[in-house]
């Protein structure tokens, strides 16, 4: 059973950092997708970034929401199966709940979408105010 748990979440003023991390039990699945998404109430989920990762000799393809291009940078360390989300110039408008999603599957082409994952973590909250 595949259990993904995100952690780091927190408050913090605009131009801070924050380091997410998502813990991937039972997920075996080197070759799969893995993504972040955030949301906010009384919007739908947004998704800002994916990540194919086969291992160290292969490249790694990642790909982001041009709200978070530049100032966020998503990894995967496959050796403890673990997701990453490096939150840099935060602003106020990122505000939201974060959460991790993972597929089976390779990454599609195209927008990062909800329906190319299958497993998704409860979310942490991430809160950028001054």
């Known amino acids: 059973q595949v259990q993904l748990m995100e952690s780091g979440g927190g408050s913090v003023q605009p131009g801070g950092s924050l380091k997410l991390s998502c813990a991937a039990s039972?997920?075996?699945?080197?070759?799969?997708?893995m993504g972040w998404f955030r949301q906010v109430p009384g919007k739908e989920r947004e998704g800002i970034a994916r990540?194919?990762?086969?291992?160290?000799?292969?490249?790694?393809?990642?790909k982001y929401a041009d709200s978070v291009k530049g100032r966020f940078t998503i990894s995967k360390d496959n050796a403890d199966n673990t997701l990453y989300l490096q939150m840099n110039s935060l602003k106020t408008e990122d505000t939201a709940i974060y959460y991790c999603?993972?597929?089976?599957?390779?990454?599609?082409?195209?927008?990062?979408?909800?329906?190319?994952?299958?497993?998704w973590g409860q979310g942490t909250q991430v809160t950028v105010s001054s």
């Open positions: 999603a993972a597929s089976q599957w390779g990454c599609p082409g195209g927008d990062i979408v909800r329906s190319s994952f299958r497993w």
């Open positions: 039972g997920y075996t699945y080197n070759a799969g997708c």
């Open positions: 990540i194919h990762s086969i291992s160290s000799d292969v490249p790694t393809a990642q």
